[in-house]
């Protein structure tokens, strides 16, 4: 079975440009979520959604950062414009209900 | 206080050994509970769920304690591919999956030969 699948596996880019991650959950799934990784600060919940809605957006760095929904298969983070302290890991995962949460292989984010 | 605190390690453990971690947490009215292990440069992966009672999966067992707020992990028989980040994780609000988790920042284990 296809897993959470996120593209692309690694971005390298310049301060200032727009940068779109995507995101396919799991097929049946309906939780969403976007995480972040750092070695300072460990895995960080962005945001997530339930059946398309985005339900908690608090952990949003800044207005910068902006996640879409427009179907159960696709979701999007976009950062514009990036900046290097951006420059982490950033994992999506999907759930069905109450079960756990399956994650993808994560984009490696690099800003210069 | 951190919503979610671990021991980083690293713990250096011969082949064989049994390891124990413990993590803590601060939001008393999670319900949910899990561990999960990450290798270096992938992703989370569960290795499994903290129930009330106590768990066990083969050489894996979890336990939790309400009261004291942690949760640990015990190891047994440890093998070498069981060296990995283990991560201690909590659901962010009182129900379960389909809410966000928090994620401790993770106990390096290492197992040696």
């Known amino acids: 079975d296809a897993g959470v699948i996120q593209s692309p596996r690694h971005e390298v880019t310049e301060m200032g440009q727009e940068v779109t991650l995507r995101c396919k959950p799991i097929s049946g799934h309906n939780s969403l979520f976007w995480y972040r990784q750092t070695m300072m600060r460990g895995l960080e919940l962005l945001i997530y959604?339930?059946?398309?809605?985005?339900?908690?957006d608090s952990g949003m760095p800044e207005d910068r950062f902006s996640a879409k929904m427009p179907n159960a298969s696709f979701s999007t983070l976009k950062i514009q414009p990036s900046e290097p302290r951006d420059s982490a890991v950033y994992f999506c995962a999907s759930s069905f209900g109450y079960q756990p949460q399956h994650f993808g292989d994560g984009t490696r984010l690099s800003i210069l | 206080r951190k919503e979610v605190e671990q021991d980083p390690g690293p713990f250096n453990v011969p082949e064989g050994a049994t390891v124990a971690f413990n993590c803590t947490y601060s939001n008393s009215a999670s319900q949910s509970f899990f561990w999960y292990r990450q290798d270096c440069r992938k992703e989370p992966k569960l290795l499994m769920s903290?129930?009330?009672s106590g768990n066990e999966d083969g050489r894996f067992t979890a336990q939790l304690n309400r009261a004291s707020q942690y949760i640990s992990l015990l190891i047994r028989d440890s093998k070498l591919s069981d060296s990995a980040t283990y991560l201690c994780v909590v659901n962010r609000y009182s129900g379960g999956g389909a809410d966000g988790l928090t994620f401790g920042k993770g106990t390096h284990l290492i197992i040696q030969p």
């Open positions: 959604f339930n059946n398309n809605v985005p339900i908690d």
């Open positions: 903290v129930y009330s």
